[in-house]
């Protein structure tokens, strides 16, 4: 069964009371979830995790429409790591250390870097945008916010990011 589908089945399932497809579920979920929050939340990635695997737990009964639970757990994952991202105070500004070169073996972590002097909402639209693919419009409803403004914090997270890279 592909994992869309699989997912939609153990919604509907859990939504009936079974406990079983809750829990495979969840674990279902939870490399989504993670692959979502760890950019943003950098090293509270796992607590964003977490929060938002709760949030699905107990709002479950509230997904009218078991077809779209990727985009509703993509909604609330980026909402629970934008929140614990600024929970940590993640969006004060840090100094700059030296980029290496391209093919050093350090540059994934300057990229985690320079993502970290970022802020936490700044990170969310990079991760929308950049990593999950979606287009202005569906990073703004996920973000809940107007499309201008999506696409206005995408521009300054993208300059930012080339000028803290570049520094």
Known sequence: MPPVDRGVSLVRAARRGDTLALHDLLDHLTPY??????PIALDDGPDATQEAL???FTSLKSLREPDALYGWVRRIAVHEAVRVARRAA???PAE???VPERGDPQLAADI???????SPH???VLVLRDVEGLDEESAA???GVAPGTAKSRLHRARQSFRKAWSA
């Open 33 to 38: 979830i993670s692959r979502i929050c760890r």
């Open 54 to 56: 709760v949030a699905v």
């Open 90 to 92: 993640r969006d004060r």
């Open 96 to 98: 700059l250390a030296d």
């Open 112 to 118: 985690g870097d320079v993502l970290s002097r970022l």
């Open 122 to 124: 700044h990170r969310a």
């Open 141 to 143: 409803a996920v973000l």
